[in-house]
Structures are given as structure tokens and as C-alpha cells.
């Protein structure tokens, strides 16, 4: 019988649960929490991008003066959809890091790569995308929409095919050979 990605995730945590009942418990604490810190640094980050701060109107200031600067003969809607594509591919980008840091979490110590991390990591980014958005319906002038939790989700996902990418085919290059015999899934 084939065990779902889920399932396999939660069978070890529970190998991850029996290691913490043999050493100290703060000790077991501790060594999670470092690998799960950047992702809370990434998360308060995309939290502040989210503020009024960030709107359309304060980040276009900034970047359609720099794309005229850049493109003087674009038109002022040609600077506009620059400007919206950039500001898209910010969501791309902060949730693609956002993927990468919870799979560095999800996975701890261990190495490579697995479904069950990479999946257990999606679900993480599409609730947090989704926590994201419902925020910003809160905040003056901004909008939550369902195409940017979608955007984000995309960043997730293509971040996970990098990590599944360089997990596979890059690390079995870069690991020292005596390692790179005994390890399992880099042939």
C-alpha cells in the first residue's frame, strides 16, 4: 500500500518526535527554531510589504520615475503595465523565497528532497498567501484579490521546482565524493 506525500510527512515527524524524547527538549527546540527563523523573517517582511506603505501609488513614485528614466520615449501607459508587471513578479519573487525558506523548516536537518516536504511547503505558502491577501483587505488603500494569492501561489511553486531541481541534479555535483557514494536519491 502507497502512503500519501501527507502521510509520509507526518510518519516523520513522528521519527522527528522519538529523536526529541532522546535528547534535552529545550536542546530539540532550539535545533528546529534556527531552521525555521528565516522563514518567520521572510514572513514578517511580506507582512510589511503588505502595508499602506506599498501601495500602487507610494511604490509607483519610486519605479515609474525610474522606468522613465529608463524607457523616456514609453508612453504613460506602457510605464503603468511596467510598473504592474514589476510589482507582480515582487509577488513571484517574495513568495518564491518565502517556499524556499519554509522548505529549509519543513526539512531541518535532514537532506535532499522529498514530496511530502514539498508538499506540506505548498500548503504552508498557499494559507500564507491567503493570510496575506485577507490582511490587506484591512488596510487603506489597498485591495486583496484572488489573481495575487494566485501570483503568489505561482512564486511557491516555481520555487519548489528550483529547490526539487537543485536538490536532484545540482547537489550530487557539489557533494565531496565520500559523501556523494553513501548518500541515497542523488544517483
Not at 81 to 89: A, F
Not at 113 to 139: G, K, N, P
Not at 169 to 180: E, G, H, Y
Request: hydrophobic share 50%; proline share 4%.
Amino acid at each position: 500500500m502507497e502512503s500519501s506525500p501527507l502521510s509520509a510527512y507526518f510518519g516523520e515527524l513522528r521519527e522527528m518526535s522519538e529523536l526529541a524524547r532522546t535528547m534535552d527538549e529545550e536542546t530539540y527546540r532550539r535545533m528546529r527554531l534556527k531552521y525555521w527563523i528565516p522563514t518567520i523573517l521572510v514572513a514578517i517582511l511580506i507582512s510589511i510589504f503588505s502595508t499602506h506603505y506599498f501601495t500602487d501609488e507610494r511604490t509607483g513614485r519610486i519605479i515609474i520615475p525610474t522606468l522613465h528614466w529608463f524607457f523616456p520615449s514609453a508612453s504613460r501607459r506602457t510605464l503603468h503595465l511596467m510598473h504592474m508587471g514589476i510589482r507582480k513578479l515582487a509577488h513571484v519573487t517574495e513568495f518564491g523565497v518565502f517556499s524556499a525558506f519554509v522548505f529549509r523548516g519543513v526539512r531541518a536537518e535532514r537532506t535532499g528532497w522529498r514530496w511530502s516536504w514539498a508538499l506540506a511547503t505548498l500548503v504552508i505558502a498557499m494559507v500564507y498567501a491567503a493570510f496575506d491577501e485577507w490582511h490587506q483587505s484591512f488596510v487603506p488603500l489597498r485591495v486583496a484579490t484572488p489573481r495575487d494569492v494566485a501570483i503568489d501561489i505561482f512564486g511557491a511553486i516555481l520555487a519548489q521546482a528550483l529547490v526539487w531541481w537543485y536538490a536532484t541534479r545540482k547537489w550530487r555535483f557539489t557533494l565531496p565524493p565520500q559523501i556523494q557514494a553513501g548518500t541515497k536519491g542523488f544517483k
